[in-house]
């Protein structure tokens, strides 16, 4: 039976969640422990002739956050599979291809993808990434002699690959590189805070928390004064707001609405959103500087039975 799309979100962030010893925050969540463990190996081999270069096997179903050297060799056919690459929110990926013994001519292939795909549903939403969505898929059968090395737009990148033959592998190494102007961000961990700003560019902006959370804006300035006292429905006719989103996919344009805001202020703003994902996306028409600071926690399984007992939020839990 193919998972639902919780069980399959619930699995990457206990990957992350392993990493970065957050494990934790999940252990209430009842997914069977064959579909969890033994994604990681335990121990890395590092070359000190290499600037202790981290390396282990990839899998066909693999999470990573941190840099390295990963293989892939296939001990049979594996003709669905699929890397996710994660970095810190101030920071993008590159992924270089090294080696690849790949049989492209017999449907064998290897692609990067500027973002995360997870059941047809894309992050960044196509309205949200710079670039056209063609463009965002890199294949190394295509252009493996000519565009060897990859650069994200944002914080995650994946990598899709097929082989049909035993003996058949490839070798990606991944590292990260400093954002200055981050944009369009999924979040590592169920509690932190966070900036974020559009320095007069035309672009739209996200920040994903893939988590339920209760959500504290504490400020919020766009720049621009005499707007209406509180939030219309009229926010996006002003070209400049920020948007708060939930809802159960990645996909931005996707998510349903709970609240639009188009006026400045200093203060706390207090929410509880029971979502597997939250999301706050600034929409920016480059004409002002515009910033919001918020910060944000995981709720707890009290928490959420209140909320579900309430109706409130219950979209979060019907959808």
């Known amino acids: 039976m193919e998972r639902t799309f919780r069980e399959q979100l619930f699995f990457l962030l206990l990957c992350l969640s392993v990493l970065k010893g957050d494990s934790r925050y999940i252990e209430n969540n009842e997914i069977a422990k064959d579909e969890l463990y033994s994604i990681f190996n335990p121990d890395p081999k590092r070359d000190s002739a290499d600037v202790l270069m981290y390396r282990r096997p990839l899998r066909c179903l693999d999470m990573v956050s941190v840099e390295g050297q990963f293989t ?22 590159s992924v270089d291809y090294d080696q690849a013994d790949i049989d492209c001519s017999g449907g064998d292939f290897i692609t990067v993808f500027d973002g995360w795909v997870m059941k047809g549903e894309k992050f960044p ?11 965002r898929y890199v294949d190394f059968c295509d252009s493996g002699s000519v565009r060897r090395s990859v ?3 944002q914080n995650v990148a994946m990598i899709f690959f097929r082989v049909h033959s035993a003996g058949s592998s490839f070798t990606v190494t991944v590292r990260k590189h ?37 959500i504290d804006i504490s400020e919020f300035s766009l720049g621009r004064h005499n707007l209406p006292k509180r939030a219309l429905p009229g926010c996006a006719e002003t070209g400049d707001y920020v948007q708060l989103l939930g809802g159960n996919g990645i996909d931005t344009s996707k998510l349903l609405p709970i609240a639009d805001l188009c006026i400045s202020f200093s203060g706390p703003t207090h929410m509880k959103i029971a979502c597997d994902n939250t999301v706050v996306r600034m929409v920016s028409s480059g004409r002002f500087v515009s910033r919001v600071s918020f910060s944000y926690r995981l709720l707890d399984s009290q928490e959420l039975q209140t909320i579900k007992l309430n109706n409130v939020e219950d979209f979060c839990f019907n959808n």
């Open 178 to 214: 400093i954002n200055p102007f981050p944009c369009n961000v999924i979040s590592q961990s169920p509690e932190g805070t966070y900036t974020m700003a559009s320095p007069q560019q035309h672009r739209n902006c996200s920040f994903s928390i893939i988590y339920p959370v209760a």
């Open 151 to 153: 650069r994200s737009s």
């Open 125 to 135: 939403s196509t309205q949200d990434h710079p670039l056209p969505l063609h463009e």
């Open 72 to 93: 892939f060799t296939a001990e049979s056919p594996q003709l669905s599979c699929a890397a996710f690459f994660m970095a810190e929110p101030n920071e993008v990926i």
